[in-house]
């Protein structure tokens, strides 16, 4: 049997009418934006984050509205999970990972003045000597 905590029902009973309304919108923002960053990547450059960003938000939105999930437990997995793949949309999106297809050597110049360093995240600005 159905309890009111559950799925749509706790979304109107906790939020009203227009708080359902915008929580359908951000499941729906959810998805478009974590496939969106997969298929807007080329196949051979898109990464283990991504395809396990989708494979974890798919059935979390579709489960909470099919298997009626309860708001609490839904925001504590879904948030966690797009926030990772925002914070790697913004790395990649600053140059800051190399293309997995084509792993770039320790030291070797990406693009000029630019070297890659493969102990942080970042690619690191070569500074030009001191004379």
Partial sequence: MRQPHEGPVHILLVTGAIGATFFIIFCFAL???????????????????????????????????????????FLIQVCPVIALLYRFERIKDLGGLAPSASPTPHGEEVEPGIVWQPEGPYLQTRQPPVS
């Fill in 31 to 73: 998805l478009f934006y974590a496939f969106g960053s997969i298929l807007k990547t080329r196949p051979s450059e898109v990464s283990p984050i991504q395809i396990w960003t989708g494979a974890l938000l798919l059935p979390q939105v579709l489960g909470f509205f099919i298997v009626f999930g309860d708001l609490t437990y």
